[in-house]
């Protein structure tokens, strides 16, 4: 290969969506996309090609119609091989953060809701079909939001994280990778599953300020005990790429950080995939190297790849001819890209069969599964008197709030656009569900963020008088709220894509990327909408839609029951309905502990232990509610923990042996239910300062009301090493206790010891 195609194998530089142009005749290659070809006499990979949204610009109308999919896919990869002298396959990568932002993309709930589900087995069944719709269509890797681990909530991308905690971020990572990709690596080649690109790696959660793209002041260890396992467990899971995070870490940006992108996920884990930057990532570097081809060598040599949109990885051959850079690191990226290419079977099968695309996109299975997914990601918080679920005697319902009836308001970021018959609305839900008696009266209430001007404030106390006439004549009033993180087209938006949101904005988009809050209130009048409604005596029922953890201390008390629904997906309204109505019981946990301000942050669980209680004058230092927290329509019964030994020694431990821990729990109501069964341990005496609490396990059970199931955890040296003072992966000896409980609060435990 010449220095010039090997440039071309590591770059990603145009957007997708102007490779093509759709007119009365038809779809055409743009000349911006051949003189792409031609810039490197091939090229690495191809972005969003399907990408359907208000940042593309591409809608129903201009976009690449789902049947013609595969058609123009083939089209694009025709063109690349027969008009470069070597015909190398493109790789064609999508966004996929919970379903294909396509046309006719099935959308899953946001990673909180994936995470709620405490799910894997269902989470790996839901990226299997992801994977297949997007295969399908023709493109060959699936970008997909799982590393990033929620320790500021004032962060706007909050939605695409699937929890604070690492061990459950790594059983949805492995469960995703193994759904998209499958377990053996030969299967990259078949017609249904693609090449998984995890991101970001790593630390976004923890920016400062909960700033997008903020600096991570953490140090080694909290990057690995954090946020490093999500990446490691993807990795061992077979995944075939990495996304690099914009972020720094203790002042090193991810995509020059060559300890993490070689010396970690290389040589200590032995990845053998790619890394690809994240969207125009490279050329922020240009503060810290002065000029395109000092930033591209500085990326590549301390482990990126693939480029992603930015001008400079199109510099490299330059940077070479500059000695900049050694052509042998552009050798090493290129092999990673092509290897990633014949791991496909790319050079074997080219094209995509053309028929499949309309059998796929739009499967009934992957439907059931959506709604099946979304039913498991939603919270039940709170339930006075039982007021849940409702029955016969609520015959008149008033259905309440900003999110009650947009469907886009329930998707969440990195949504394409839909169909005006696609998915259900919490009102259709609400109406599918109901007796055939009740009567249902929706009113608006209140906007999301509308509270500013005279105008605004006129039609609010309008909105919300309607409204409180509503609730006065219902047996219950359903008071849908929360956030937003629904794009407008004609909106702002930055080179990579994120939101431009400034100061004081009347949007009503408060969450997604480049939306970050400094308060985690409920926006707007919302607030007020359910004090008002409240103080008619009608019983309330909250039902949150949103992309973060809100403070609700000031509505907590202002209902009879809560539901914390994240952004449900498509399938969202219907399942919310189920659930009210008692069709289905709530088997959801909370993924993240639910602040009662943002002053009180950090509130995740898994603190560092102080020693002794440090509490906060003003506020109770707990969670309003804690993380795997969650509430259901029967009762259960915890037993007495049994341990098969009380003490092992490291040796033991070293040659294979485990803890065993076993609990019966007892389903002491009167319907089944699923309840998520969790192990936690606190550990002393070990070497380092160790952490409150540390989920280790869980395990999700259905139970007959009535039945007994016992579930058993084993406990072994992998989940009780540590990093030790010197930074080594260890079994040290200590004391530890293991609770089993419903969630982090639960206070069964049993000691058990580690020995010399």
């Not at 929620?150 to 695409?160: I, K, N, S």
């Not at 790696?201 to 005990?225: D, H, K, M, V, Y």
């Not at 990446?231 to 940006?253: F, L, Q, R």
């Not at 020693?611 to 259960?636: H, I, K, N, Q, W």
Request: with cysteine; aromatic share 6%; proline share 4%.
């Amino acid at each position: 290969m010449t220095l010039k195609e090997k440039v071309g194998q590591l770059n990603q530089q145009m957007y997708g969506w102007n490779a093509y142009r759709r007119n009365a005749d038809g779809i055409e290659l743009t000349e911006q996309f051949k003189d792409q070809v031609k810039f490197g006499d091939g090229m690495g990979a191809l972005y969003g090609l399907f990408r359907a949204d208000p940042w593309s610009e591409v809608h129903f109308e201009n976009g690449i119609p789902t049947p013609d999919n595969a058609k123009i896919a083939n089209r694009v990869q025709r063109y690349v091989m027969e008009n470069t002298r070597l015909g190398i396959p493109v790789l064609l990568s999508e966004e996929s953060p919970h379903g294909h932002q396509a046309l006719d993309g099935t959308l899953l709930p946001v990673n909180l809701g994936i995470g709620s589900t405490w799910n894997p087995d269902l989470i790996a069944q839901a990226y299997a079909h992801v994977a297949a719709e997007i295969r399908a269509r023709g493109a060959h890797l699936g970008l997909v939001s799982t590393l990033d681990i929620l320790h500021d909530p004032r962060w706007g991308r909050t939605e695409e994280c699937y929890g604070e905690d690492p061990y459950l971020a790594s059983r949805m990572t492995s469960a995703v990778v193994i759904g998209m990709q499958g377990t053996d690596s030969e299967q990259l080649k078949s017609p249904d599953k693609v090449a998984v690109i995890l991101k970001h790696l790593c630390a976004q959660g923890t920016g400062l300020g909960g700033r997008n793209a903020g600096p991570a002041s953490i140090g080694e260890r909290e990057l690995r005990e954090i946020h490093l396992p999500a990446a490691k467990a993807g990795i061992e899971a077979g995944a075939a790429g990495c996304m690099a995070a914009y972020n720094e870490i203790d002042g090193i940006p991810c995509h020059v950080n060559e300890k993490l992108l070689t010396g970690i996920l290389r040589e200590e884990w032995g990845f053998e995939g790619i890394v690809m930057a994240d969207g125009c990532a490279l050329d922020r570097l240009l503060a810290l190297t002065g000029n395109y081809e000092a930033a591209a060598a500085l990326a590549l040599t301390s482990g990126v790849d693939l480029s992603l949109w930015d001008t400079a990885f199109t510099t490299l051959e330059q940077a070479v001819k500059q000695g900049e850079v050694e052509e042998t690191y552009i050798d090493r990226a290129v092999e990673r890209v092509l290897r990633l290419k014949f791991r496909l079977g790319l050079f074997d099968q080219p094209y995509t069969d053309e028929r499949l695309a309309e059998s796929v996109v739009g499967n009934p299975d992957f439907r059931r599964i959506n709604l099946q997914v979304a039913r498991e990601s939603i919270v039940l918080l709170k339930n006075e008197n039982h007021l849940l679920p409702l029955n016969g005697s609520h015959k008149r319902i008033a259905v309440i709030g900003p999110n009650a009836d947009r469907i886009y308001n329930q998707l969440g970021d990195y949504t394409s656009v839909q169909r005006k018959d696609a998915g259900s609305t919490i009102l259709q839900g609400i109406k599918n569900n109901a007796p055939s008696d009740a009567i249902i009266e929706y009113r608006l209430g209140c906007g999301i963020r509308d509270k500013s001007d005279s105008g605004i404030q006129d039609k609010a106390e309008s909105d919300i008088a309607e409204a409180v006439a509503a609730a006065n004549h219902a047996d219950v009033a359903i008071l849908v709220l929360g956030g937003s993180s629904a794009r407008q087209f004609g909106g702002e938006f930055d080179s990579n894509g994120e939101a431009i949101v400034s100061e004081n904005d009347r949007s009503e988009m408060d969450c997604g990327e480049g939306v970050d809050l400094a308060d985690l209130r409920l926006g707007g009048w919302q607030v007020r909408l359910v004090r008002e409604v409240k103080a008619t005596g009608t019983p309330v029922i909250v039902v949150l839609i949103q992309g973060r953890p809100h403070a609700l201390t000031d509505i907590v008390d202002s209902c009879d029951a809560l539901l914390c629904a994240w952004y449900p997906g498509q399938e969202g309204g219907q399942a919310i309905g189920e659930i009210l109505f008692g069709k289905v019981a709530p088997s959801g946990k909370l993924p993240v502990s639910l602040p009662r301000s943002s002053g009180q942050l950090p509130v995740y669980y898994n603190q560092k232990n102080p020693g002794r209680p440090r509490p906060y004058v003003d506020m109770p230092s707990e969670a309003l509610f804690p993380f795997g927290y969650g509430l259901g329509y029967t009762s259960y019964e915890y037993g007495d923990i049994r341990v098969n030994k009380p003490s092992m020694t490291v040796k033991e431990l070293q040659e294979g042996e485990a803890f065993e821990l076993s609990v019966e729990v007892t389903n002491t109501g009167d319907r089944a239910g699923a309840e998520t069964v969790q192990l936690y341990i606190q550990s002393r005496k070990s070497g380092i300062t160790r952490r409150l609490l540390e989920l280790k396990a869980f395990e999700k059970v259905v139970i007959e009301a009535g039945a007994v199931r016992t579930v058993t955890f084993r406990l072994d040296q992998e989940q009780l090493s540590i990093w030790n003072r010197d930074m080594k992966f260890m079994l040290e000896p200590c004391e530890l206790t293991a609770y089993v409980g419903t969630d982090s609060t639960s206070k069964s435990g049993i000691d058990i010891h580690v020995t010399k």
